[in-house]
């Protein structure tokens, strides 16, 4: 299956902007549909964003819809997730996951290792 690997997470302040990025390996990731997840200790993990193999379809959490966009470079077998107004609700670890469909990201995927992002208030 394909290897990802996040990267970019770091500490920064309320209102800043950061981007993520998932490195892929192993398959190309032309392949597949795309996406990204966060969870923060003691809770819930919480679908992010995510984009069709085509680049056709992007799907957001509400809580993230207007701030956050996701985007893709197959060529360089990445995609990114940029995040813009962050808020310190949006602390967390986040995961890039590669699956055949959008809704087959959740369950059926493959995850990479997570990025810790910290917003300070």
């Known amino acids: 299956q394909v290897q990802l690997v996040e990267s970019g997470g770091r500490l920064v302040q309320a209102g800043d902007s950061l981007m993520l990025t998932c490195s892929a390996s192993?398959?190309?990731?032309?392949?597949?549909?795309v996406g990204w997840f966060r969870q923060d200790p003691g809770k819930e993990r919480e679908f992010v964003a995510a984009?069709?193999?085509?680049?056709?379809?992007?799907v957001f959490s509400p809580s993230v819809k207007g701030r956050f966009t996701i985007s893709r470079d197959d060529p360089k077998n990445t995609f990114y997730l940029h995040m813009n107004r962050l808020e310190p609700e949006d602390t967390a670890v986040y995961y890039c996951?590669?699956?055949?469909?959008?809704?087959?990201?959740?369950?059926?995927?493959?995850w990479g290792q997570g990025t810790q992002v910290i917003v300070s208030s």
């Open positions: 996951v590669a699956a055949g469909v959008i809704p087959d990201l959740a369950t059926g995927g493959s």
């Open positions: 984009v069709s193999r085509s680049g056709g379809s992007n």
């Open positions: 192993g398959r190309s990731l032309s392949n597949y549909a």
